[in-house]
């Protein structure tokens, strides 16, 4: 089973690379961030005429999360618990029924700059509704993937040049270790489990010839259970995607699960 998750960065504005992307990767579930539309809007017919089934927890101009999946999706989840009063579109979840089911939830975490104000505040608040979240999951037993944009840089192996991201609240203290706590509940980091290189990024900006000259960040994870991580067989950062022309600055990243 191939599943990949991508920031899409505005999934109407990339519908034609998110096309030509399903086609060229035949990825068997796919999570989507940063659609930046309502659950209406979602571009479904063309998606679907590639033979994916569709969950979508949208949200006008901002956020948006979708799944994509080859195989009927059960026991949806719109939203982290304890959220009563969050309206931003950020995690949706579902078991996707393969011949051997898997979880898998779709994330974007909040960016939280600048840091020192209630964005930040916010970020570490929901990263810890996230840990709390996670915990469970694990007690089902089940094989889980926690796929997304975390908007968090683990190390300083995971940015071209650390001292450029001090001031971030994606490198802060208190992020990684927000990050780790849920790594370190048991969850597998997919990418870092099959041995890959350093310094392989999921994240460029726009400006000044940051693709160009590799001058990236890698916040793109997918997170496994131990039911999950027992399958898998390779991860890769697909980052030709990030080269066609009118990208996402993230591009996307796939992991290969045995059936």
């Known amino acids: 089973m191939r599943i990949a998750t991508w920031n899409v960065n505005s999934v109407n504005a990339r519908l034609e690379l998110l096309l030509r992307w399903l086609e060229e990767s035949q990825p068997d579930v796919v999570c989507l961030q940063e659609l930046k539309c309502v659950d209406e809007k979602f571009p479904s017919e063309p998606v679907e005429a590639l033979g994916y089934n569709i969950l979508v927890h949208g949200q006008k101009s901002y ?18 618990p304890d959220g009563d009063e969050d309206t931003h579109s950020r995690y949706l979840e579902a078991i996707v029924e393969a011949p051997s089911p898997i979880r898998i939830a779709s994330i974007y975490l909040p960016n939280g700059n600048p840091i020192g104000t209630e964005k930040f505040n916010y970020k570490l608040a929901w990263m810890e509704r996230l840990r ?128």
Request: net charge negative; proline share 6%.
């Open 63 to 80: 956020n948006g999360v979708a799944l994509l999946s080859k195989y009927p999706m059960e026991e949806v989840r719109r939203g982290l």
């Open 132 to 259: 709390a979240h996670a915990a469970g999951l694990l007690a089902l037993e089940e094989a889980v993937v926690l796929a997304g944009d975390f908007n968090v840089i683990p190390t300083p192996l995971d940015c071209d040049k650390p001292s450029n991201w001090v001031d971030d609240a994606l490198f802060q203290p208190e992020s990684r270790a927000a990050h780790r706590a849920i790594v370190n509940l048991g969850y597998t980091d997919a990418h870092l489990a099959v041995g890959a290189e350093p310094h392989a990024y999921t994240y460029w900006d726009y400006f000044r010839d940051a693709f160009e000259n590799d001058r990236g960040i890698r916040i793109d994870h997918l997170l496994l259970s131990p039911q999950a991580a027992d399958r898998l067989e390779a991860s890769e950062v697909q980052r030709h995607v990030r080269g066609w022309e009118r990208p996402s600055d993230h591009t996307p990243v796939m992991a290969t699960l045995a059936d």
